[in-house]
């Protein structure tokens, strides 16, 4: 028998009667008065930082001063610029120097300060991972309370790759010291617009 | 895969606990942990609820588990990963290793895969001649000293900053004497940094694998998994069976459990959600049973299974926060590892069901709701069942029930012991009584509760 | 009502005083209580150690003397624990199971059962609670730090209406002082060391006696303490709950 049969003849023989999944109630979890203050206390709570937008053109802003101070920044938001379209096969050494990146998230969720971010969003899987520095644009009204919401709207699966991220790369493993900048990113700034 | 280790989990905790003021700093600091995962827990007053979902959504992945890891290959290689299936922890090696040798691969990093551990994959390769990174920090520390994670989540909690500070002088060139953590992490960051863009292939765990989508989920805090499995040219996703959950939408719920069991954390800072490779990259899976369907078929033990690796209860351990990883001699460590390994090795890890005062705190964090206490309790009564228990005793025990069986030699020989500490101390106060060594014996009344009945009660 | 009161072997044997403050205050309290006078021990410390087998003649023993009983009361938490949970006899299922649905830890029994409201007691010093985690955990006779439910305490709700009473809790209010059985000399070093710890904790307190429900636990401590040459004592929460000082 191949390991996979002896495994799953294994498992046959010796799996309970099956239960029935639980009846997850949505109703019966935390509503916050504000998913949006929540979102923000929680965020910086956790390293991040959010400001308040009023529009692309604020974004755009921030690119042009990051490129007049000599900063390789990495643009993913179709709205501020077009995206270089070398950028989805650049490789881990090509994207070693990138010092900012710029992204639009999807959902993001106020208990716990995360956003989603799908492969379309992130265009290289590597750039939210290897840039220094990480701004993400947010609109409000995609925050939702808890993560049981949130798997409701996004499709998680669909594009390959995906993730919650919940503000920049941290460790306590030595002494239990919060250290923010692991191996991801030093900062997350997110820019929520209204 | 285990072997025996030449001491107890008694012995080598009272070596731990030679030196106080470190296990106190060690108790304090996992304690610390705990009060974070309460504060967490305490954010949410469905808390309750969501524990006994996640106990249940697992009870149903236990009870279904056949169909839903042939769901999940199907899934899986409809979207592009290559699927492994290994039997024990010598086939889960020889099938990474076999990966490595196909593609002729020399650079390689991993992120901490607990299952990695069980199935010693660091030794096997080095044996190989293959080297191999870890990219956790903490098992980067652990790792650069040839030592064992002692923590699931926090690999390297047994050491102080100075020790680090050490190793990174040692291994990395650092300056002798900076101890400081934010010096030391930057340090590692920039020496991973090259081993991650140098990187062929990538080892990452799994949390969870969703049946319906073919698809996995990986959570670190520092990032390491993603930048490996990211920027290396083949990804394999190591997982035990019982990492399988029906559906995405369960996600939701052990998302909100983990990091907050685990740290305190709402979520960890990256929750990444692999379903196919990308272009150009090569994906894998193995799926590991080394003695989980056995352990499936353990009516008492199975539960172990929903165990989704927070190491909440290491952190709320009063034993555990006092006689450190290594005490436990086996790669997960812990009340959960003192009811998962007996099931690998019963005669290796006889100690460690017995490493515990039953006290009942693991149980009560666990965001799966194992019974762990419970599952201890009937870990002993396997082993002693089994003829492991010492020879002295079971002969004490037998002569104890004996005597307690026995109500007129019960209060003969309870007669004879007030006698006897009250009389010939010497007999009890010695070295030879493990009680004596640092308490004292109570003090014998002259009578027995059942003698003042009879005398005041009866007349 | 018709209370059968089981003492616990040690308490038998070392510390009489706790079964006769349990007996003198269920008394007080206006039950009938008697004591069968062929009792031992519950079987616990056979069964924790992975001997449970061994623990049928105890089983059996204990059956026979307490047969048909209201209720049983003891003052420990551990014992009537163990018994709730472990109390089997081929030859009368019956009886025991009617036990195990019978039998109270004293503290639980007098809130529960009895109902109690007031004591006449009094205890003028400044006690520190130690909550035993068999009584806790097992029986629920205190919430638990670990859950996300409402704060309780049925030892500190009696404790509450004893005269001059000062009552304080250690820092981490529920962890386990490292009795543990036979833990406490097969782990000797970890149990002494989780027994100072909780000792330290108190000593931070100014207390002046360390209570509880289980005997055991205190005697534990005690053991420690008076290596220590502390002032601390250790008393059983029915002495106190017993007591006209």
């Not at chain 1, 949505?26 to 937008?53: C, H, M, P, R």
């Not at chain 2, 009063?318 to 812990?334: D, F, I, L, M, N």
Request: charge should be negative; include cysteine; charged fraction near 20%.
């Amino acid at each position: 028998m191949s390991a996979r049969e002896t495994i799953l003849a294994g498992i046959m023989a010796n799996q309970p009667l099956s239960q029935d999944l639980p009846i997850i109630d949505v109703s019966a979890v935390i509503q916050y008065d504000s998913n949006l203050s929540q979102f923000k206390t929680v965020l910086e709570s956790i390293g991040g930082k959010a400001i308040d937008i009023s529009g692309w053109f604020e974004l755009q802003n921030m690119v042009q001063d990051d490129l007049a101070a000599g900063k390789r920044v990495v643009n993913a938001i179709a709205e501020i610029a077009s995206i270089d379209p070398a950028l989805a096969s650049l490789e881990a050494t090509e994207l070693a120097t990138v010092q900012r990146a710029y992204l639009k998230g999807g959902i993001a969720v106020a208990e716990n300060g995360s956003i989603w971010l799908d492969e379309t969003a992130m265009v290289n899987r590597l750039l939210p991972f290897i840039a220094e520095h990480l701004v993400i644009v947010i609109e409000a009204k995609n925050i939702v309370a808890t993560m049981h919401h949130a798997y409701q709207q996004v499709s998680s699966f669909d594009t390959g790759f995906g993730m919650f991220l919940a503000g920049p790369s941290k460790t306590a493993d030595i002494e239990q010291s919060l250290v923010i900048g692991a191996h991801g990113a030093r900062s997350l700034l997110v820019c929520i617009i209204p | 895969m285990s072997s025996q280790a030449n001491f107890t989990h008694a012995e080598a905790a009272e070596q731990f606990i030679a030196d106080e003021p470190r296990t106190d700093w060690h108790d304090d600091t996992l304690w610390f942990v705990r009060e974070k995962r309460d504060k967490a827990a305490n954010s949410l007053p469905e808390w309750e609820q969501l524990r006994q979902w996640a106990s249940d959504i697992k009870y149903h992945g236990l009870s279904n588990m056949h169909q839903l890891l042939v769901d999940f290959e199907k899934n899986a290689i409809a979207n592009g990963i290559q699927v492994h299936w290994a039997v024990d922890g010598k086939e889960h090696n020889e099938i990474i290793y076999k990966i490595i040798q196909d593609n002729q691969v020399q650079r390689i990093v991993k992120s901490k895969s607990m299952l990695t551990e069980e199935c010693h994959l660091n030794e096997f390769l080095t044996e190989k001649g293959v080297e191999i990174v870890d990219t956790d920090l903490g098992e980067r520390i652990v790792q650069f000293r040839k030592e064992a994670p002692s923590h699931i989540v926090l690999p390297a909690i047994h050491l102080k900053k100075q020790d680090v500070s050490e190793t990174f002088h040692k291994h990395l060139g650092t300056e002798k004497g900076n101890n400081d953590p934010q010096y030391l992490t930057e340090a590692a960051r920039g020496h991973l940094r090259d081993k991650f863009i140098a990187s062929e292939l990538a080892i990452t765990g799994v949390n969870f694998a969703i049946a319906e989508t073919g698809g996995f989920v990986v959570c670190t805090n520092e990032g390491n998994a993603d930048m490996g499995a990211h920027a290396a040219k083949i990804h394999i996703a190591c997982m035990g069976f019982e990492k399988i959950i029906p559906k995405a939408e369960h996600l939701g719920v052990f998302l909100r459990l983990l990091a907050r069991s685990a740290t305190g954390q709402p979520i960890t800072t990256y929750s990444s959600h692999f379903s196919k490779p990308r272009a150009g990259q090569q994906m894998h899976i193995v799926i590991v049973d080394n003695g989980r369907s056995r352990q499936l078929g353990r009516e008492s033990f199975r539960n172990s299974l929903k165990c989704i690796r927070c190491a909440a209860c290491f952190n709320t351990c009063p034993v555990y926060r006092r006689s450190g990883g290594h005490s436990y001699h086996t790669a997960v460590a812990g009340p959960i590892g003192s009811i998962l390994n007996p099931n690998l090795d019963m005669q290796a890890n006889k100690d460690l069901p017995f490493a515990s005062t039953l006290c009942g705190s693991c149980s009560n964090v666990c965001p799966v709701k194992i019974n762990i206490h419970e599952q201890l309790y009937l870990w002993r009564q396997e082993i002693t069942k089994e003829g492991m228990a010492a020879k002295g005793k079971t002969f004490a025990m037998w002569g104890m029930s004996e005597v307690l069986a026995h109500p007129a030699i019960y209060r003969m020989a309870g007669k004879m012991g007030r006698w006897v500490v009250k009389h010939l101390p010497f007999l009890t106060n010695n070295g030879m009584n493990p009680w004596f060594k640092q308490r004292e014996m109570p003090e014998a009344p002259k009578e027995s509760f059942r003698d003042w009945y009879l005398n005041n009660k009866q007349k | 009502m018709k209370v059968g009161l089981f003492i616990p072997c040690y308490i038998d044997q070392f510390y009489p005083a706790v079964g006769v403050a349990s007996l003198e205050l269920l008394e007080k309290l206006g039950c009938e209580v008697s004591f069968p006078l062929n009792q031992t021990c519950c079987g616990q410390p056979m069964a924790n150690s992975g001997f449970e087998a061994m623990s049928k003649g105890c089983d059996k023993n204990f059956v026979s003397n307490f047969k048909g009983f209201d209720y049983i009361v003891a003052p420990s938490g551990s014992c009537v624990l163990h018994i709730k949970e472990h109390l089997h006899d081929e030859d009368d299922p019956k009886a025991a199971d009617e036990i195990r649905s019978r039998v109270y830890e004293l503290t639980e029994f007098l809130v529960d059962i009895l109902k109690v409201t007031s004591l006449q007691a009094s205890f003028p010093f400044k006690v520190g609670l130690h909550t035993s985690c068999h009584g806790q955990r097992g029986l629920h006779l205190a919430s638990m730090s670990e859950l996300v439910a409402p704060a309780f305490s049925k030892p500190g709700i009696l404790l509450k209406m004893v005269k001059g009473i000062e009552v304080t809790r250690p820092k981490r209010v529920d962890e386990c002082c490292g009795f543990g059985g036979t833990f406490c000399v097969f782990e000797e070093a970890v149990s002494v060391k989780m027994g100072k710890d909780r000792i330290g904790e108190h000593q931070d307190n100014d207390v002046e006696y360390i209570t509880g429900v289980d005997t055991s636990c205190l005697m534990h401590l005690e053991g420690i303490l008076r290596r220590q040459g502390s002032k601390i004592k250790t008393i059983h929460i029915a002495e106190i709950l017993n007591s006209q000082l």
